[in-house]
T-cell receptor, first 114, second 111 residues
Framework: ETGVTQSPTHLIKTRGQQVTLRCSSQSGHNTVSWYQQALGQGPQFIFQYYREEENGRGNFPPRFSGLQFPNYSSELNVNALELDDSALYLC?????????????FGPGTRLLVL | GQQLNQSPQSMFIQEGEDVSMNCTSSSIFNTWLWYKQDPGEGPVLLIALYKAGELTSNGRLTAQFGITRKDSFLNISASIPSDVGIYFCAGDTSGTYKYIFGTGTRLKVLA
């Protein structure tokens, strides 16, 4: 039990739709990172938010966007869904942006795009 | 996106055996991390390495930061059934927490 929760656990969307995934950070954590994990692959870094500001981004197009709220919960939004967006989306919260030891992953949201 | 190469991709071992796996990169890394992921869960950090040549243990697990800074190794001694899972290495090239993950080593332990 990492104290990081994600919702929903699973969802199915169709190509072209928009989706919002949610993450509740561990208490006291001010940083959240989002990762995409395709089937059989390792997680890929999407972006990170630190104290409500985007603090770095991986190689993902602008249709992937995020928000972090004052209570440090977070959302990942994906517009114009494509079939390749089907994956497990993981969020990870940490005490500060550089601390691997305090970074805890949630169980993920599995997204299927048809 | 960029991913690190891990080997082996998968392995079956007998309970009690030692396990070795490694991770290589074409780039120099400043940090190496090793994670384990169980089905339906997110990755859990096992060991973090911050200096070339560093050797760090966590119970039956030992990991090393390669001298070239382009590789890392994880050893599991006296494997037990609960060691089953997928092991990922991850690295950071610039101290910017944009961790790049490996392709994973799937471990199955035969009792």
């Amino acid at each position: 039990e990492t104290g990081v929760t994600q919702s929903p656990t699973h969802l199915i969307k169709t190509r072209g739709q928009q989706v919002t995934l949610r993450c509740s950070s561990q208490s006291g954590h001010n940083t959240v990172s989002w990762y995409q994990q395709a089937l059989g692959q390792g997680p890929q870094f999407i972006f990170q938010y630190y104290r409500e500001e985007e603090n770095g981004r991986g190689n993902f197009p602008p249709r992937f966007s995020g928000l972090q709220f004052p209570n440090y919960s977070s959302e990942l939004n994906v517009n114009a869904l494509e079939l390749d967006d089907s994956a497990l989306y993981l969020c990870a919260s940490s005490k500060d942006s550089f601390s691997a030891e305090t970074q805890y992953f949630g169980p993920g949201t599995r997204l299927l795009v048809l | 996106g960029q991913q690190l190469n891990q080997s082996p991709q998968s392995m079956f071992i007998q309970e009690g055996e030692d396990v070795s796996m490694n991770c290589t990169s074409s780039s120099i890394f400043n940090t190496w991390l090793w994670y384990k992921q169980d089905p339906g869960e997110g990755p859990v950090l096992l060991i973090a390495l911050y200096k070339a040549g560093e050797l760090t243990s966590n119970g039956r697990l030992t990991a090393q930061f390669g001298i070239t800074r382009k590789d890392s190794f994880l050893n599991i001694s006296a494997s037990i059934p609960s060691d089953v899972g997928i092991y990922f290495c991850a690295g950071d090239t610039s101290g910017t927490y944009k961790y790049i993950f490996g392709t994973g080593t799937r471990l199955k332990v035969l009792a």
